[in-house]
């Protein structure tokens, strides 16, 4: 079983053209050969997802490809 991590992002949105936050859940994946895990985002929760026109959010978009605290390069 894979493990989940819930993360803060914090960036600037367009659509409320101001710094905001949102959280994500990264989900641990494993690659055969590779000792180090390897991460994505699964979910995340935003106040403003359902008024938002955005297709995809710019702040998961440019989300770290590691849970912040991890410490993988």
Request: glycine residues 8%; neutral net charge; proline residues 11%.
């Amino acid at each position: 079983m894979s493990k989940r991590a819930p993360a803060i992002l914090y960036g600037d949105c367009p659509h409320l053209k101001r710094r905001h936050n949102i959280i994500v859940v990264y989900q641990e994946t494993r690659v055969p050969g590779q000792a180090v895990p390897h991460y994505k985002v699964v979910d995340m929760e935003c106040d403003y997802s359902d008024e938002c026109g955005q297709e995809k959010c710019p702040l998961v978009e440019n989300a770290p490809k590691h849970p912040p605290g991890i410490g993988l390069g």
